[in-house]
């Protein structure tokens, strides 16, 4: 499953990088992109376990830069 979603509080380039590392590093994690400019999450991820990684992706981004979060609409 592929999802996107916006990212609030995102402050700079280095820390997005730093994410989309984090998660890529995360099990079940297919692709991931972080993008300071768009401020948008790209993840893709099997379909059994989307919502226990997308959490998971919160957590490494609240490592990162703890203001920053995912919208989930």
Same mark, same amino acid.
């Given at each position: *499953?592929?999802?996107?979603? *916006?990212?609030?509080?995102?402050?700079?380039?280095?820390?997005?990088?730093? *994410?989309?590392?984090? /998660?890529?590093?995360? !099990? $079940?994690?297919?692709?991931?992109?972080?993008?300071? *400019?768009?401020?948008?999450?790209?993840?893709e991820?099997?379909? $059994?376990?989307? $919502?226990?990684?997308?959490?998971?992706?919160?957590?490494?981004?609240?490592?990162?830069? !703890? $203001?920053?979060?995912?919208? /989930?609409?």
């Amino acid at each position: *499953m592929k999802k996107s979603f *916006m990212l609030e509080e995102l402050d700079c380039a280095n820390c997005a990088a730093k *994410m989309e590392r984090a /998660i890529a590093a995360l !099990p $079940d994690v297919t692709r991931v992109t972080v993008s300071f *400019m768009a401020q948008k999450l790209v993840l893709e991820a099997s379909d $059994d376990r989307f $919502d226990a990684v997308l959490a998971a992706a919160q957590e490494c981004i609240r490592k990162v830069e !703890p $203001d920053c979060r995912i919208v /989930i609409k």
